[in-house]
């Protein structure tokens, strides 16, 4: 049984530029959260994707969006890149739309941006 | 933004010392979780305690909620080298609707010396 998978594993981007992160979630899972993880601290949830929608948006600008496809998988997208875009950005699948379910995570896209 | 603080932030002991992880926050919660990460990978779910328990075990991890305190303990029994990573704890003030949306603390660095 697969776990989450995030594709690609590590990216380098110079500023400006935009990028496209993947990610796949555990088998059967239907609900995938992006986080940003910069440097020495914690993840920031950025969205939530549910029934191909965004459910739920952290405190990110608009050049970050999304899309959640029909097989469940989900694409994170950055825009007009920046330095302090630079970041572990996660992905976390779990099963229906609650916060009673647990979220499992992927291993994460290490973005650099120069 | 960052809702939980975990304390200390770095924590050093020997193999087979029991080690222990404080975590507050500030809002009401639906549960709160504590994972690991090695090495700036992805996280590892440990545990979830909802906010209508007061202590969970699971192997050598035991955990307590105190809502009243607005804080969180972890603690790691018999410690070895390979527990050696950053804990974070997060909480989840979603409801069974609206979608889980966890917060994380800056973590803490545990070192296990052999």
């Known amino acids: 049984d697969a776990g989450v998978t995030q594709s690609p594993t590590h990216l380098i981007k110079t500023r400006g530029q935009q990028v496209t992160l993947r990610c796949s979630p555990k088998s059967g899972h239907d609900t995938v959260s992006w986080y940003q993880q910069a440097l020495g601290q914690g993840p920031q949830f950025i969205f939530q994707?549910?029934?191909?929608?965004?459910?739920q948006r952290g405190n990110f600008p608009d050049r970050f969006s999304g899309h959640q496809f029909p097989n469940y998988s989900s694409e994170l997208n950055v825009n007009a890149l920046l330095l302090g875009d630079s970041a572990l950005y996660l992905c976390?699948?779990?099963?229906?739309?609650?916060?009673?379910?647990?979220?499992?995570f992927g291993p994460g896209t290490r973005l650099t941006v120069l | 933004s960052q809702q939980g603080e975990e304390d200390p932030q770095a924590l050093s002991i020997q193999e087979g010392e029991n080690a222990t992880m404080n975590c507050s926050y500030k809002?009401?919660?639906?549960?709160l979780q504590w994972y690991r990460q090695n090495s700036g990978r992805g996280l590892v779910h440990l545990i979830l305690i909802r906010s209508n328990e007061r202590e969970k075990h699971s192997g050598r991890l035991r955990v307590t909620l105190d809502t009243s305190k607005k804080s969180s303990s972890l603690l790691i029994t018999a410690s070895r080298a390979a527990d050696t990573a950053s804990y974070f704890c997060a909480t989840d003030d979603g409801g069974e609707t609206s979608g889980s949306r966890l917060t994380f603390g800056e973590g803490t660095q545990l070192t296990v010396n052999p």
């Open positions: 994707y549910y029934e191909e929608e965004e459910r």
């Open positions: 809002t009401s919660i639906n549960n």
């Open positions: 976390a699948s779990s099963l229906g739309f609650s916060s009673y379910n647990e979220q499992f």
